[in-house]
C-alpha cells in the first residue's frame, strides 16, 4: 500500500469535502454540517490564502489523507500550521497518519518551512496521535477565542 502525498489542488476538492465529512462526522468528533456547500466553502476559502498550503495523500489514486493549513510567518522564518488534518476511518490505526505527516515534513523542508504547530483538544484521540508524532505541548500555551 503506497502512499503518496502532493500538494491539495482544486482537482482533488471534491474528493477532500467528502473525506473531510465522512471523518468529522464520525465519533469522537460527531460534528455536524448544514450542507456539502458549507464544507466546500471552508476549503475554497482556505484556497484563496495567499499563504495557503494544503496536501493530500493518495492510495491508488484515491484521497485518503488530508492536512489543511497555512504557512504562519515566525521570527525564524516559517512555520506550517494545521487547521485541518484527517486521516480516512478505514485508514486510521494502521500508521498512514504518521507516514502521511513523515512526508509532509519532508516536503516542507524543501519549501523552506522549519516547523509545524497545530491545536488539538487533550482529551481527543488526536492528542495522543501528535505526541507520538513528536508535537508536544507548549508549556503555558492558551488557546482563546472571542
Request: aromatic fraction near 12%; glycine fraction near 10%.
Amino acid at each position: 500500500m503506497g502512499l503518496k502525498v502532493i500538494k491539495l489542488s482544486k482537482e482533488h476538492l471534491e474528493e477532500c469535502v467528502d473525506l473531510f465529512i465522512d471523518t468529522f462526522s464520525r465519533a469522537p468528533w460527531n460534528d455536524k454540517y448544514d450542507s456539502r456547500e458549507q464544507v466546500r466553502d471552508l476549503f475554497t476559502n482556505h484556497m484563496r490564502n495567499n499563504y495557503f498550503l494544503g496536501y493530500i495523500g493518495l492510495i491508488d489514486n484515491k484521497v485518503i489523507a488530508l492536512s489543511l493549513g497555512m504557512k504562519k510567518p515566525w521570527i525564524n522564518g516559517m512555520e506550517y500550521y494545521i487547521n485541518e488534518f484527517c486521516i480516512g476511518y478505514d485508514f486510521q490505526g494502521k500508521g498512514i497518519g504518521s507516514l502521511f505527516l513523515k512526508n509532509i515534513e519532508e516536503l516542507l523542508s524543501n519549501e523552506g518551512v522549519d516547523g509545524m504547530i497545530l491545536n488539538t483538544e487533550r482529551e481527543c484521540p488526536s492528542c495522543s496521535f501528535y505526541k507520538k508524532n513528536g508535537f508536544k505541548i507548549l508549556g503555558d500555551l492558551v488557546v482563546m477565542g472571542k
